[in-house]
């Protein structure tokens, strides 16, 4: 009896110890915990609240009810909760090594500005010493960050969103990971953003998007509501530079990019995607002609573009579905704009790359859409590349349609007003380098007769008409008679203007070898 009341005495001792070891020890941490954040900074972040709680049963710490601020005054940050569970003591102890099951961060809110001084943002947290860890998961819900900048005595934002955020399996002391950045390592990472914008440095654009979606699991990246858009209207985007500017408005219901190798983006820098997926691609694109042409380098080649760009890439095949352009241009002594619209458009680029190894084919785009909601365009290109070295190339078709669809550009930007006209067949098939075009040209068509009009009134110049149809045009140009003209395009290319120039003015080139007499 007396060994039996021994032992159950030894037990209630040390069951008494243990309990008292786990009491006295979370309120001991907990006090030292919330003394240390508050009294010793992380990088320039100084706390200003927080509650800790401490369970060495459950092996968790909880932080809530956090507020920190940044000591030069350039940011604040501030969380609902942040809770650090699965800690692992003896790699702590012994190593000084932070190791733990799951870090999950509730509603995280950051509001930080970019120094003007680069010094300031590198050096503070280059000043925090590199902490050795090891988690299962770091998991952020419902956070909103925003990055402002100091702009013209203002703030301007430059990035603003609301994420949900998963990273797996991450270390600081491996690089054997799926996932290497800067001698960290991961095996996946899941990122949700909703509603984020992105102001571009030029202070011109900014991007926004109504969803993301990020997945490392399934390689894919999809948004949803993509727009790209000026900050400024269509006219006043020139008066703030002084020059002719393009303003641009682009939006794409639908962005998917597939077979994303994250691991070659961390790795070396390097783009590889399966396939780019656009749907419901919508462009309105304006520029003011009246305004002085900037000084600017020269415009490249398409795919010396894509060679010049800071990173490598590839991609089998980008497309886009249900696509519309507008373009429109104001040409001095213009009463209004003068538009063309492409609807119904779809396109397709082949082997976009610049990666020799993954080459398998030259690269190329299929492009087709109703001109004017009229005729049908369907049009073919040939880019060189590395393994194809193939000239550039330009060919295409565009169906029957009536002349005078194309009045509302003719008539602002050329002061020309179609009367009648038939489109019967037209086709192009052109080269080109970076200082010349050459190629053919098919343009039949019949009873074309034009109006000469006076830019300010629009009224028709009757001299100027008269002239232009009698002496000038070549009013009809039918495969069935010895009249016909084939077309020679010729063009010398201005460097400063885009390829779409390029591409319009050495098709223009032909037509007017036909029309003009």
Not at 204 to 223: G, H, M, P, V, W
Not at 386 to 405: C, D, F, W
Not at 450 to 466: M, W
Request: glycine letters at 4%; aromatic letters at 10%.
């Amino acid at each position: 009896m007396k060994k039996l009341n021994k032992f159950l005495t030894t037990v209630l001792i040390l069951f008494i110890a243990v309990v008292s070891f786990f009491l006295i020890g979370n309120y001991l941490l907990s006090a030292y915990v919330q003394n240390t954040l508050q009294e010793a900074p992380i990088s320039s972040f100084l706390i200003k609240e927080v509650d800790v709680s401490v369970n060495l049963f459950r092996r968790e710490v909880t932080l809530s009810k956090i507020e920190a601020a940044d000591s030069t005054g350039n940011g604040e940050i501030a969380a609902t909760e942040l809770s650090v569970s699965g800690i692992r003591l003896w790699p702590w102890l012994t190593r000084d090594e932070i190791a733990a099951g799951r870090v999950f961060i509730l509603n995280p809110v950051a509001q930080l500005t970019m120094s003007n001084d680069p010094d300031h943002v590198s050096g503070s947290w280059s000043e925090m010493p590199k902490q050795k860890f090891a988690l299962d998961e770091l998991e952020i819900v419902g956070g909103e960050i925003s990055f402002l900048k100091n702009s013209d005595e203002r703030l301007d934002t430059v990035f603003a969103g609301t994420l949900d955020f998963n990273l797996y399996n991450i270390s600081s002391k491996s690089s054997d990971g799926q996932f290497v950045f800067k001698q960290n390592s991961f095996e996946g990472v899941h990122l949700k953003l909703k509603n984020g914008r992105y102001n571009l440095p030029n202070q011109l654009y900014a991007l926004e998007c109504q969803s993301l979606d990020f997945n490392t699991d399934k390689q894919r990246l999809t948004i949803d509501e993509l727009h790209f858009l000026s900050r400024y209207s269509k006219y006043e985007i020139g008066k703030q530079l002084g020059v002719e500017t393009d303003w641009l408005d682009l939006v794409m219901a639908g962005f998917t990019v597939s077979e994303l190798q994250f691991s070659k983006l961390l790795s070396d820098s390097a783009l590889i995607f399966n396939e780019v997926q656009i749907n419901e691609l919508s462009v309105d694109a304006f520029k003011d002609k009246r305004l002085p042409f900037p000084k600017k380098p020269d415009t490249k080649l398409p795919m010396r573009m894509i060679q010049d760009l800071p990173f490598r890439m590839h991609g089998d095949s980008i497309s886009i579905e249900k696509g519309s352009v507008k373009y429109a241009e104001r040409v001095k002594d213009s009463k209004d704009e003068g538009a063309v619209t492409f609807d119904s458009l779809r396109v397709k680029i082949y082997c976009l790359s610049t990666i020799d190894r993954l080459i398998d084919r030259q690269t190329a785009m299929h492009a087709e859409a109703r001109v004017m909601n009229q005729g049908r365009l369907k049009a073919d290109f040939i880019f060189p590349n590395e393994k194809y070295p193939h000239v550039n190339q330009a060919r295409g078709t565009l169906s029957s349609m009536s002349i005078k669809a194309f009045n509302p550009v003719l008539t602002q930007n050329a002061s020309v007003f179609v009367e009648g006209g038939d489109l019967k067949e037209f086709a192009f098939n052109f080269t080109y380098n970076n200082n010349q075009s050459n190629g053919d040209l098919i343009f039949e068509y019949d009873d074309l007769n034009v109006h000469i009009l006076d830019a300010e009134d629009e009224s028709n110049k009757k001299i100027q008409s008269f002239i232009t149809n009698s002496f000038l045009l070549h009013k009809k140009n039918l495969r069935e008679e010895e009249s016909f003209r084939e077309g020679t395009i010729s063009f010398e290319r201005d460097k400063k203007k885009s390829i779409f120039n390029y591409w319009w003015k050495s098709v223009l080139s032909g037509i007017k070898s036909i029309s003009i007499l």
